[in-house]
C-alpha cells in the first residue's frame, strides 16, 4: 500500500472496508470477494508504475471500469488489488476525417456517444449500462449490445489501443491507421482477454455515420416460431436494421410492474418483438410495409419521435434492472444458430424447473444476432445447476456459452464446452507469455 500511495498519491488509495465495499461486489450481487485495497491512477505511466510494484510484491491485480460486467470478471476474489481506471477519462477531439475518437479507458459509452453526436457522429456500441459502463472494460470484454447486427460489437469499432501487459511491456496503437497488416493484432487479441494479459488504458474507436431518421416497432407475436420467422423475413428485406430484439409475456410484464408502466400494447401477447430502424431518409415506410406483410404480427406500437422511441425501448432496455429487484440472478447469455432459437426459448424454461424447481427463468434478448440471455432467479448464488443445464443445452444445439457478456469466474468452468482443449492450451500459452507472474484477474476465464 505504501508503494502504491508513492506512485498514485495516498488520496488515490483506497484501504477503508467502507471505500472498499462498492468495488468489492459486482452490479448483479452475485459476485463478491475482499480487496486488499483499491488503486486509482491518473494516467498510463502510473497505470505501469502500479503493475511494476504489484509484480515485485507478488499481489494479483483485478481491473475494474464501470463495474457492470455480468460474469464476475472485475471484482476481486480474496485479496487483490483492484486497480480503477475510471480517472482516466479524457477523451480526444472527433478525427471527422478519420471518424475516429481516442478514448482513454474510464471514459463511459455514453461519454464517447455524446463527443460523437457533438461531431454529427455516432458510436455503434450501446446498451443499458451506458452511462456507467466504461471504454476500459467495453475494450476488455468485447461488449456487444443492442446494435451489434448492423455494426458487429467492440472489436469491429476498435483501431487499436493503448495498454500495459502484465510483464511491464507497453502497446501502444492509436495512431487510427485503417489498414495496418503488420503481424499480430495485439490489440484485439486483449479484446476480449478479460484483464488477464494486461491493463487497456485507451483505446482507438471508429464512429459510423449519424443516422437522425429512425423507427422503433414493439410487435406483439403469438409465439417465438412466429417472431423469429418474422425478424428472418425482415432481414432479408429491410436494409437498416439496427435492432431486432425479442422479450416475453413475463419479463415485460415485470418490467412493467418494477417501474410502473402501462403495458406496450392493447392486447398480452406471450412475445414481443422491438426492432428499430435508422438511415439518412426516414425508414417508417419501408417499414411498415415488411411488417404489414409479415405473417403473425399481432398489435403494434410504431415510435418515431425520440421520447416515444426511448419510452418503447424501456420495456427491453430495464429488463436487466427489473430482474435484479427478485435478488441475484444467473445470468446466461448464449449464442445459437437462429434456427434453434424458438426450440431453446421453448424447452429452456423446463429444462431449468427439472434442476430447480422453484428457479423462474426470464428470457429476452438479441434476436438479430441469435444472442437469448437466460436470466434465473430464486436460485442461490452458488447452485450452479441450473448454468450447468442452459449451457451444455446451447452447445447441444450447435451455440456458445457466451455471446458477448465473456466468461469471467462465472462460466469458466463449462469453457470446454465451447473451447477445444488445444484452443484452451494455446490461450495458457498467450497468458504465460505476456503475464508470466500471473498477476493480471488470476481465475477469470482460464
Ligand atoms: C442486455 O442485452 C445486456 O441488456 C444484459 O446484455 C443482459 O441482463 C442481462 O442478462
Ligand atoms: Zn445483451
Not at 387 to 414: M, N, P, T, Y
Amino acid at each position: 500500500v505504501r508503494a502504491l500511495e508513492d506512485i498514485v498519491g495516498p488520496r488515490h488509495v483506497l484501504t477503508s472496508a467502507e471505500d472498499l465495499a462498492p468495488y468489492e461486489v459486482d452490479w448483479t450481487g452475485r459476485f463478491r470477494g475482499r480487496a486488499s485495497c483499491v488503486v486509482r491512477p491518473g494516467n498510463t505511466d502510473e497505470v505501469a508504475a502500479v503493475l511494476a510494484a504489484c509484480r515485485e510484491a507478488g499481489v494479483a491485480v483485478v481491473a475494474q471500469g464501470g463495474n457492470t460486467g455480468l460474469v464476475g470478471g472485475g471484482v476481486p476474489r480474496g485479496g487483490e488489488v483492484v486497480l480503477s481506471l475510471r480517472r482516466l477519462d479524457s477523451i480526444g477531439d472527433v478525427d471527422l476525417i478519420a471518424r475516429q475518437v481516442t478514448a482513454g479507458a474510464g471514459v463511459t459509452i455514453a461519454a464517447v456517444e455524446a463527443a460523437a453526436a457533438r461531431s454529427g457522429l455516432h458510436y455503434a456500441v450501446d446498451f443499458g449500462a451506458r452511462d456507467s459502463a466504461t471504454v476500459g472494460g467495453s475494450v476488455a470484454t468485447n461488449a456487444g449490445g443492442l446494435h451489434v447486427m448492423r455494426y458487429g460489437g467492440t472489436r469491429e469499432q476498435l483501431l487499436g489501443v493503448e495498454a500495459v501487459l502484465g510483464d511491464g511491456r507497453r502497446i501502444t496503437r492509436l495512431d487510427g491507421l485503417v489498414k495496418d497488416n503488420t503481424g499480430y493484432h495485439l490489440s484485439h487479441l486483449l479484446c476480449g482477454s478479460e484483464g488477464t494479459l494486461g491493463v487497456v488504458t485507451a483505446a482507438r474507436l471508429r464512429l459510423v455515420p449519424r443516422y437522425d431518421e429512425r423507427t422503433v416497432a414493439l410487435i406483439g407475436f403469438a409465439s417465438v416460431v412466429a417472431a423469429v420467422d418474422a425478424a428472418t423475413a425482415w432481414r432479408r428485406e429491410l436494409e437498416y436494421l439496427e435492432a431486432i430484439e425479442l422479450m416475453l409475456a413475463d419479463g415485460v410484464e415485470l418490467v412493467c410492474a418494477a417501474f410502473d408502466l402501462a403495458a406496450p400494447l392493447a392486447t398480452r401477447w406471450p412475445v414481443y418483438v422491438l426492432v428499430e430502424a435508422a438511415a439518412a431518409t426516414d425508414p417508417s415506410a419501408a417499414l411498415a410495409r415488411a411488417v404489414e406483410a409479415t405473417v403473425g404480427v399481432g398489435d403494434v406500437a410504431v415510435a418515431v419521435d425520440a421520447g416515444r422511441r426511448t419510452s418503447l425501448w424501456r420495456y427491453r432496455d430495464d429488463h436487466t434492472l427489473a430482474i435484479n429487484t427478485l435478488g441475484p440472478p444467473h445470468k446466461l447469455d448464449v449464442s445459437l444458430p437462429l434456427r434453434h432459437i424458438a426450440a431453446f426459448a421453448e424447452e429452456v424454461p423446463h429444462r431449468v424447473v427439472s434442476a430447480a424447481p422453484v428457479a423462474r427463468t426470464f428470457l429476452f434478448g438479441h434476436l438479430g444476432d441469435g444472442n437469448l440471455h437466460v436470466n434465473i432467479s430464486g436460485v442461490a448464488p452458488d447452485d450452479e445447476s441450473v448454468d450447468d443445464v442452459v449451457l451444455r443445452f446451447a452447445v447441444e444445439l450447435g451455440g456458445s456459452i457466451s455471446a458477448e457478456h465473456g466468461i469471467g469466474i462465472a462460466k469458466r468452468q463449462w469453457l470446454h464446452l465451447s473451447r477445444s482443449p488445444d484452443e484452451i492450451d494455446a490461450m495458457r500459452s498467450i497468458k504465460r507469455a505476456l503475464d508470466p507472474t500471473g498477476i493480471m484477474n488470476p481465475g477469470v476465464l482460464l
